[in-house]
């Protein structure tokens, strides 16, 4: 065993989560930017999880490890607003930030779901209605805004790779994008996860669990609703899928009507742009959409990424003329 393990397990049995017998940390995700372990206790399965210092992505994108304090503090936060939402953190552990939350069983990751044709417009809705619960939860929230002081941490992971980095390669958009990037750092309006995609969301009985808040940060609601959004418009792509687009049109309505911290008109121009970045993004930024290879599925995106970014339009429109194959 490294030594790595045993120091969590030892941390477990300190926190009182394990007995002395024997413990067994069970891998759980190839993740790119943490250990994640699953481990059976008395009281059931747990998750363990430990932030790395170096993403195992590109070389010098590194991410401070007090993300992992960030995603137990929106955990729990987002659990006070429906206790659906999010698992139960059971503990913090003392070394790396690492934290032990509740394992839920038999819940699929919702990307799985979509991939294998099992698409739920009522989930995407569900999905909707739970990130702008989070949102109207925390608007304008002084307390909220002091528990999330990580600008630093979203611009690396959020505004630089995805908005900036594209800008430096696309001298037509660069000033769309740079005003973009300059607008989302200084919008403080609510509560934003940072990584609403159907790889962090499990589906469960009782509906969408919401996982993976490294990126929290005080900051614009309407990233989540892009970012969670942009994921089902290029999978609309990558699978020729009609009801992958119905379901973005169902999460974008049920997100609606949960906004009541301004005029929903704002939201929905600011996350129209925002998605239309984030499309560009998974084509030409640092972080590809790793599904999407087809030089065609990259070309129908980047066309429509790059007009709607010169000509913004607001998320549900954009969302209703979205094409999934190009004449
Ligand atoms: N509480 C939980 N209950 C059940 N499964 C979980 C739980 N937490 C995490 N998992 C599983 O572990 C996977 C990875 O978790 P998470 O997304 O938090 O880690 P990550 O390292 O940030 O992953 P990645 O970088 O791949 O997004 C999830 O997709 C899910 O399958
Ligand atoms: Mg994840």
Redesign the pocket.
């Known amino acids: 065993m490294e030594q790595a393990d045993a120091d969590i397990i030892a941390e477990l049995r300190g926190a009182g989560l394990i007995g002395e017998g024997d413990v067994v940390l069970e891998p759980?995700?190839?993740?790119?930017?943490?250990?994640?372990w699953?481990v059976e206790t008395p009281t059931g399965p747990i998750?363990v999880?430990r932030p790395l210092a170096q993403l195992r992505v590109a070389a010098e994108w590194l991410a401070p490890v007090e993300r992992g304090t960030s995603?137990v503090r929106w955990l729990r936060r987002a659990r006070g607003v429906d206790a659906r939402l999010a698992?139960e953190v059971l503990a913090e552990l003392p070394t790396g930030h690492a934290f032990a939350?509740?394992?839920?069983?038999g819940?699929p990751?919702w990307k799985d779901e979509l991939v294998a044709g099992r698409v739920d417009a009522g989930f995407a809705a569900a999905v909707g209605s739970g990130i702008a619960a989070v949102h109207a939860a925390t608007a304008h929230n002084d307390a909220d805004r002091d528990a999330f002081p990580n600008d630093d941490m979203f611009r690396a992971l959020r505004i630089d790779p995805f908005l900036l980095y594209v800008a430096e390669n696309d001298a037509e958009l660069a000033p769309h994008l740079r005003a973009l990037a300059g607008d989302l750092a200084g919008r403080k309006i609510a509560l934003v996860h940072g990584?609403v995609?159907p790889?962090?969301i499990?589906v469960s009985a009782e509906g969408p669990?919401i996982?993976?808040a490294?990126c929290a940060v005080y900051g614009d609601p309407a990233f989540d609703l892009a970012f969670c959004t942009t994921h089902l418009l290029l999978k609309a792509v990558w699978l020729d899928d009609a009801r992958l687009t119905e379901a973005a049109t169902a999460l974008v309505a049920a997100y609606r009507a949960g906004i009541d911290w301004e005029d929903p008109a704002d939201l929905l121009l600011r996350a129209g742009q925002l998605t239309a970045a984030l499309l560009l993004a998974r084509v030409e930024g640092k972080s590809p959409a790793p599904y999407l290879t087809d030089p065609e599925h990259q070309r129908i995106v980047r066309e429509q990424a790059r007009a709607l970014i010169a000509a913004p339009s607001p998320i549900d429109a954009l969302v209703t003329h979205w094409k999934r194959i190009v004449a």
């Open positions: 759980l995700t190839g993740g790119v930017s943490c250990d994640v699953k998750v999880k995603e698992p939350m509740r394992f839920l069983p819940c990751v990584d995609s790889k962090n499990l669990v996982l993976d490294e």
